[in-house]
């Protein structure tokens, strides 16, 4: 009998410490990033990272090697009904190349882009250590964790306190899904909070900073890949003056191939309809030598790093900012107008995937236009008015009560916006007709260079034996391209094209040859050059075949007939004599 009673104790004991496990694994389970933060004890950090089985969907493994040209190219391709799929998915939901970003490995190798004196330069053991803090929207899952994982290799151990993932309320159950899963598996160090509603980038960095605890605060978009030694320079800029606030080069991750590619040596500037620019930098500033400090008189936004007691102190961001824009401008004049520094770190490069437009929504109209009023009206004083030259609506336009910033700004003790102009940024002109650019030529202000014609010649279809042609005139944007009988006669410029090194085909050196690509299916035709994506066309050449291969689309330029007049377009690549093209060079 007494032995039964044990028994029975024994299976109740059991049956007891079985739940609690369960319970116990439930709630870890479930440790919901909605609740707050995952806590530190579960953070470290691996010299390699374990790629849970399941998500290692990478097809390709990186063997240490920087990816060639070729092979990023052939990632492009689109090979299958799922590659198409992904492609168009990505490209609509976040305007870059997903089918690519997702092949690549989460640790790929980067080039080395910085400069001998940089790269012979040693730091102070003893550093700040920092909070990155990473907001996304509805982020592709492979970008994302790419970034992540960037930062964990390619920075020193001791000075990653810790990464926050600031989920800006994204609607995509799959990501939220993945990231949990992943990051649990690979990265369970890494904190993921999320807001109760949608922030916008500006409150959910704010969200971001008031739980981190690192000493610097280190701010990354959510689509970046962090270079060699990239957070040594700014920390040490840092920790020479905690009110250095400190900017990495920026380079250039191409949103179609996802190539690297060095930024020049640039500096912050803005324009009257209060967007931001690059400016150059002084002639006797050498980038290829150049490992010291540059002073700017902005910066571009998604990426710097700044004492954090002092972050809170200069007071964070503007919380009545919206969605997106205008912060970075508002945070640069309080930097300099309140007593900082605010400096571009040659030596350090971070990489950012630059795309034409900003795939999200923004609830409650244009937050662009909203925030930059808050900007001019709290701190450009009487300069305000080349604002309202350049943009005669924003008289209309509300946005908001801003007298907590007006209050911050007395309380700061913050000099005028003329002191700025004065001291800092002197080379900005000061007429009424400053030029608006719109933030979609970021890119390509950033990386306009030369023109370098590789070859001149017709562009002969080796299927028909026909030339490629302009149907209408050759100034004439839209123009629709065919084939027609090729004119060898010299001096026909609806047949002669220009091919440039940045891999453009220039009709008689005036228009490019762009494919519609936000249309399925679309033609062929004549553009202004500088659209980079639908321009860009590599030779793709295969058993003596060669094809005119377009990454952005992954798809090949064909025709539909052999006939005279047929129009050029895309098609999957194959080995079809339809997308078999040349140049037929001519003097
Ligand atoms: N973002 C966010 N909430 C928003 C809009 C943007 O968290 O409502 C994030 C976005 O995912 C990105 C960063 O803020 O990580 C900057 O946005 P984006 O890259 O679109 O700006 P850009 O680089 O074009 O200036
Ligand atoms: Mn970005």
């Not at 909605?34 to 004890?41: S, V």
């Not at 409150?203 to 962090?226: I, N």
């Not at 030598?289 to 700017?296: L, V």
């Not at 908001?400 to 913050?414: M, Q, T, W």
Request: proline share 4%; charged share 25%; net charge neutral.
């Amino acid at each position: 009998m007494p032995r039964l009673k044990s028994l029975r104790c024994f299976i109740i004991l059991l049956a007891l410490s079985v739940a609690i496990c369960c319970f116990l694994g439930y709630i870890l389970w479930n440790d919901d990033p909605i609740a707050g933060l995952n806590h530190g004890p579960r953070f470290h950090m691996k010299s390699r990272y374990r790629l849970g089985e399941e998500f290692d969907n990478l097809n390709v493994s990186d063997h240490g090697d920087i990816y060639k040209e070729e092979v990023l190219f052939d990632l492009a391709q689109i090979k299958t009904k799922k590659d198409q799929e992904i492609h168009d998915a990505g490209y609509h939901q976040h305007a870059f190349n997903v089918l690519v970003s997702d092949k690549l490995s989460f640790t790929r190798p980067l080039p080395d882009v910085r400069n001998k004196v940089c790269k012979d330069k040693h730091y102070p053991d003893h550093l700040p250590n920092v909070s990155v803090v990473i907001c996304f929207f509805n982020e592709a899952f492979s970008a994302l964790i790419r970034t992540v994982h960037s930062v964990y290799h390619r920075s020193p151990k001791h000075l990653i306190h810790e990464v926050i993932l600031v989920d800006d309320f994204s609607d995509d159950d799959e990501l939220e899904w993945r990231l949990k899963k992943y990051l649990s598996l690979n990265l369970p160090g890494v904190k993921v909070i999320r807001s109760h509603e949608r922030q916008g980038l500006i409150r959910a960095r704010m969200f971001g900073a008031h739980k981190a605890t690192g000493e610097v605060l280190v701010f990354l978009d959510s689509h970046c890949e962090v270079n060699v030694d990239w957070l040594e320079p700014m920390l040490a800029r840092i920790s020479e003056n905690r009110k250095n606030v400190v900017v990495p080069i920026i380079d250039i991750i191409n949103a179609d191939t996802f190539i690297y590619e060095a930024s020049p040596l640039v500096k912050g500037g803005f324009n009257w309809g209060m967007h931001y620019r690059w400016d150059p930098i002084s002639a006797s500033t050498h980038a290829s030598t150049h490992a010291e400090p540059i002073q700017s008189p902005t910066m571009a936004g998604g990426l710097f790093a700044m004492n954090r007691e002092y972050f809170h102190e200069l007071g964070e961001y503007d919380p009545g900012m919206d969605i997106w824009g205008g912060e970075n401008l508002e945070i640069s004049f309080r930097i300099w107008q309140c007593g900082g520094r605010l400096e571009i770190i040659p030596c350090s490069r971070v990489g950012h995937i630059f795309r034409k437009r900003r795939p999200y929504n923004s609830p409650g109209g244009d937050s662009f236009m909203k925030n930059s009023l808050r900007v001019v009206h709290t701190w450009m004083d009487e300069y305000k008015k080349y604002f309202f030259n350049v943009r005669p609506e924003a008289e209309k336009t509300t946005y908001g009560n801003i007298s907590d910033r007006l209050a911050l700004r007395k309380k700061l003790g913050c000099k005028s916006f003329k002191w700025y102009l004065d001291n800092v940024y002197p080379e900005q002109n000061i007429p009424d007709t400053n030029g608006e650019g719109r933030k979609g030529n970021m890119m390509a202000q950033l990386i306009r260079k030369d023109i370098v014609i590789k070859r001149k010649g017709l562009l002969k279809h080796m299927g028909s034996g026909l030339c490629v042609d302009s149907e209408g005139d050759i100034h004439e944007k839209r123009t629709l391209l065919r084939l027609a009988v090729c004119n060898l006669s010299s001096g026909s410029r609806k047949q002669t094209w220009y091919e440039t090194q940045d891999k453009e085909f220039r009709l008689a050196n005036v228009l490019c040859l762009d494919i519609q690509s936000e249309e399925k299916h679309g033609f062929a035709r004549l553009m202004k050059c500088g659209s980079f994506g639908s321009q860009e066309w590599v030779w793709n050449t295969k058993d003596g075949v060669s094809q005119l291969f377009n990454p952005a689309s992954g798809m090949c330029l064909t025709t539909n007939t052999v006939e005279p007049g047929s129009y050029l377009s895309l098609s999957v690549c194959s080995n079809s004599r339809l997308l078999n093209f040349d140049i037929l060079e001519v003097p």
